[in-house]
């Protein structure tokens, strides 16, 4: 039996490996084709593209904040400064696991629940990309802590800050106000790009009525770093311009006079250059330590004060609006005169009550039995109120108000600071368009002697006095009295502005005044009299006294029956020395009784410490 043998075809083999090769080649032709295109892609049409992107991943933009400007007072003596302190931030793009990154940082440092709420608030707001703080003011041990694990904490970081300090500690914090960290609120009120990495703002007072000078401009920083985010190198730099510093008018010396003045009272003082408006000493008492707030104020901390009765955290000088009481005798007395609806010499009998034409109610003076004839000098020398409802219902209230707004009652003196109110000179259009009601013969009285609807503040006191002492002449109160620019060293002093002006049609009318309210200090019977009678310098001033709370007419007033708060407020304004005022004051102690027994020896203190150069040392 034979065997086939089965003879090979070469050739077919052959043609098929070519056709096989041909489209390997083909598809290798192929993928060729696409891996060059996207590469040509790639590095030429796309260049820029992912030259960008490449650059993003190794340079980062750093935000510099700029340095807080500094606060001095009239003589150079600081109020409010910068301090180095660690802060925590965190840089939320770089952080994969945030709440994981949170919970492993509480090995390391506390923070409370208020730190997280304002990141998350602040982290809405703010981009990815920007460093935001968590918690402030870190100590030694936390910074230490940190620092050997910060390489376990991606997008975590702790810089070193500048943060504010007062160095008065609790004096002229009303005046100055102090800064805060940037809360949601105050987002809406700021350029959020000068503000990127700025932790704080002015939340009160100067630090806020000049947050634009003091806060500076934003610089710019750009900084290699390597895949870790950790800084390689400083590529550019555009630095931050510093904010400029403030030379205010306060005399630090003269506001802790007058703050120590008040002892354990509640009350305020402001006083004022008449030549000027220059405020000297601007004081609410009782007062507070501002650095509490600048880096979070501890709940516990914050209620003692807001709830505290004596309510230190309220500015009496600029918000508290009291009944002026007394105090503004005089400028009725002138207005009178002005008018010529009573002369000097005119007496007015006082029998301890005085009553209007068919009416049966009696408005009372301040001393029962009476004060007998009273010329005008008499009666604001010992302050006559039945004189002065007499010279109230004759003159009529609307010749009154017209007449006292041009000394600045009734409206805000424009101070450069926050929370200033207009106090309230009553009218019978005001009466009318607030109430609907008619303005009757009875509120003109209570005018008269500074009570009733009739509200001021101390600021408002204090200016109207010296716009007495300048025989009218009114300035716009001011507390910044100079400004330097950092960057060249300049310094720019600031213009007073007259605020307005009352020509005196008689200047014996403004003589005269000035002479009685000279004898309310001076002379034997005034009022004041226990603070003049040693004095070595003349002061011209009128006390005052405002009800808490209204009498009944078969009811007197006895103050050793009352509690303290409602005794009546003691007040004093004044100008010395009488030829030549370089100073105008207004004191009110809360619930204080007579204005020549508390308010007038504080005056005398601050008028003292000013005029005498009387220092004491700087207490924190």
Not at 203 to 227: P, S
Not at 359 to 384: L, V
Request: proline share 5%.
């Amino acid at each position: 039996m034979s065997t086939r043998v089965q003879i090979k075809d070469t050739y077919s083999e052959t043609r098929l490996i070519h056709r096989r090769l041909i489209i390997a080649a083909i598809f290798v032709f192929i993928l060729m084709s696409i891996v060059l295109s996207r590469l040509y892609v790639l590095q030429v049409v796309d260049n820029e593209h992912f030259t960008t992107l490449s650059n993003s991943n190794r340079v980062r933009i750093k935000a510099l904040p700029p340095t807080r400007g500094l606060i001095y007072d009239r003589n150079g003596i600081e109020l409010a400064n910068n301090r180095p302190s660690y802060q925590l931030e965190i840089i939320k793009e770089e952080v994969d696991d945030l709440d994981d990154t949170l919970t492993r940082l509480k090995q390391h440092i506390h923070y409370t629940e208020r730190d997280l709420k304002r990141y998350q608030q602040l982290s809405i707001r703010r981009r990815p990309f920007e460093s935001i703080p968590l918690r402030f003011n870190l100590n030694d041990e936390e910074v230490a802590s940190l620092s050997v694990n910060l390489h376990q904490f991606q997008g975590v970081e702790i810089n070193a800050r500048l943060t504010r300090n007062y160095p008065l500690g609790k004096h002229a914090v009303h005046a100055l106000g102090y800064v805060g960290r940037i809360d949601e609120n105050d987002l809406y009120r700021i350029d959020e790009t000068n503000y990127v990495n700025t932790s704080h703002i002015g939340k009160l007072g100067l630090e806020r009525f000049y947050e634009k000078e003091l806060h500076g401009e934003v610089g710019i920083q750009r900084i290699e770093v390597n895949a870790t985010g950790r800084t390689l190198r400083v590529l550019s730099e555009i630095a931050p311009e510093p904010g400029n510093n403030l030379y205010l008018s306060l005399d630090s010396n003269l506001q802790q006079v007058a703050e120590l003045a008040f002892g354990d009272q509640n009350g305020a003082a402001v006083a004022i250059d008449p030549q000027n408006g220059e405020v000297l000493a601007l004081v609410s008492m009782p007062t507070f330590d501002p650095n509490l707030f600048v880096n979070g104020i501890s709940h516990k901390a914050y209620d003692d004060l807001r709830l505290s009765k004596n309510r230190p955290l309220f500015n009496r000088a600029l918000s508290g609006q009291y009944p002026p009481g007394s105090t503004t005798k005089p400028f009725f007395g002138l207005a009178a005169l002005e008018h010529k609806t009573i002369t000097w010499n005119k007496p007015v009998f006082c029998k301890g009550y005085y009553q209007l034409p068919n009416d049966e109610r009696k408005y009372r003076d301040w001393k029962k039995k009476g004060h007998g004839f009273m010329r005008m000098k008499n009666a604001i020398t010992q302050s006559c109120d039945v004189y002065f409802y007499d010279l109230a219902y004759n003159l009529g209230i609307d010749r009154m108000s017209p007449f006292l707004a041009q000394f600045g009652f009734g409206k805000k003196t424009q101070i450069d600071s926050t929370s200033e109110r207009p106090g309230l000179l009553p009218s019978r259009k005001w009466k009318n368009s607030t109430k609907g009601q008619p303005w009757y013969p009875g509120e003109t009285l209570i005018t008269g002697i500074g009570q009733g609807a009739f509200l001021a503040t101390p600021l408002q006191l204090a200016n109207a006095t010296a716009a007495m002492s300048q025989a009218g002449k009114r300035y716009k109160p001011q507390l910044m009295r100079a400004i330097e620019y950092p960057a060249d060293s300049d310094i720019l002093e600031q213009k007073t502005e007259i605020a307005g002006e009352y020509s005196i049609q008689k200047r014996k009318n403004w003589n005269y005044i000035v002479d009685s309210m000279k004898n309310v200090v001076h002379g034997y019977l005034g009022t004041a009299y226990r603070i003049g009678s040693t004095s070595k310098y003349k002061i011209a001033g009128k006390t005052g006294t405002s009800q808490v709370f209204t009498v009944a007419q078969d009811e007197e007033y006895d103050e050793k029956k009352i509690s303290k708060k409602l005794r009546d407020h003691a007040l004093f304004i004044g100008f010395a020395p009488v030829d030549k005022p370089k100073i105008a004051i207004a004191v009110i102690v809360e619930n204080g009784g007579h204005g020549g027994a508390t308010a007038a020896p504080i005056a005398r203190k601050i008028m003292d410490a000013y005029l005498l150069n009387q220092i004491i040392e700087t207490q924190g």
